[in-house]
């Protein structure tokens, strides 16, 4: 079928020019290269098309029927390249985010607003998704974007997918004001076994958050009383603040809540890291390189503010 629509074009050609030499400089092909082509595509109709004469070429009855439907396909193919390359504008402007709530909240806002201010016709659109959805819906085409969280070890990620590391994230503690631990030096760090037979607010069982968390319970005996499982960092801290346990989260997640004290972690020294993810391939979708390069100063500002303050200034910040 591909050889016959070229054999069509190429006949299509030869009656407007009136000469296999015109038809061949159009198709960028030596006269003997052309005259070549007119041979099989007369063996494969079965039928003359073109007759050589000293002032030029012209096509056969034959041969005129088929430059008819060549023709056609000459005009399939402007028509053709038109949509494409109005589809591509279209595409080109457009981005699709996936990302978990925190970095929703955190991240992204800054990154989104530079995006719209340097191309204001641009079609962002923002979708809540877990870590393990968003780079699966990357992965599938479904997001141009996805912000994700990992911890402990880095995944194997699709040889067609980009990982670009954006920030590591330390996990905390938070206490209720009036713990016992959250009195004295607020440099002071915490190290996870001192905090045995305490109540806890934890992330809810099955999320990856979570399994690191009992992990690490796990190898200081920690043995944690939870009293409440939460998917939200927000409900987590709320919780902590009327006394009813303790909580880990990370450092980003970490708010100005009532009755809260924060205090860094140590022994381990737990945290997550942040990657954004996008299709080896940007040529589709530009928008996407331009979007993670700003997600990558965004990142690198809040972790020299995060150096450069304590962690209570840098809670009260936000």
């Known amino acids: 079928m591909q050889h016959e629509a070229a054999q069509l074009r190429l006949l299509a050609l030869v009656a407007a020019h009136g000469s296999l030499s015109g038809a061949a400089a159009e198709l ?6 052309l005259s070549g082509q007119v041979a099989r595509a007369e063996e494969h109709w079965g039928y003359p098309l073109v007759v050589r004469t000293a ?7 034959a ?11 000459d005009d399939a193919c402007v028509a053709a390249r038109r949509d494409l390359e ?12 996936g990302t978990f709530s925190t970095a ?30 968003g780079g699966a819906k990357v992965a599938s085409g479904d997001l141009d974007v996805a912000v994700v ?26 206490l209720p004001v009036e713990h016992r631990l959250s009195q004295g ?7 996870l076994a001192q905090l045995r037979g305490e109540r806890w607010v934890a992330v809810r069982r099955g999320d990856n958050a979570r399994l690191q968390f009992d992990r690490a319970a796990e190898a200081v005996d920690l043995q944690p009383q939870v009293q409440f499982e939460t998917e939200m960092y927000d409900v987590a801290q709320s919780l902590v603040g009327t006394g009813l346990g303790v909580a880990v989260l990370s450092q980003l997640g970490a708010r100005s809540a009532d009755g809260v004290v924060y205090r860094e972690l140590e022994r381990p020294r737990l945290h997550r890291r942040l990657w954004a ?31 450069t303050s304590t962690l209570q200034e840098a809670v009260r910040s936000r």
């Open 86 to 97: 109005e589809t591509l504008g279209r595409v080109s402007l457009r981005l699709r985010i």
């Open 185 to 191: 030096d607020p440099h002071r760090r915490i190290r």
């Open 149 to 174: 969280a990992t911890y402990d070890n880095e995944p194997d990620w699709p040889a067609w997918l980009t990982a670009v590391p954006l920030l590591k994230d330390p996990l905390v503690v938070a």
């Open 104 to 133: 929703a909240i955190r991240l992204l806002p800054e990154a989104m607003t530079a995006l719209r201010h340097r191309h204001p016709g641009s079609d962002l659109s923002i979708e809540e998704v877990s870590s393990p959805v």
């Open 277 to 307: 993810l996008h299709q080896r391939d940007l040529r589709l979708t530009p928008l996407a390189g331009e979007f993670v390069g700003l997600l990558r100063e965004t990142s690198a500002e809040l972790e020299e503010r995060w150096a």
């Open 28 to 33: 960028r092909l030596t006269p003997a290269a």
């Open 55 to 61: 002032r030029g070429a012209h096509l056969t009855e």
């Open 63 to 73: 041969g005129r029927v088929l430059a008819r439907y060549g023709e056609l396909v």
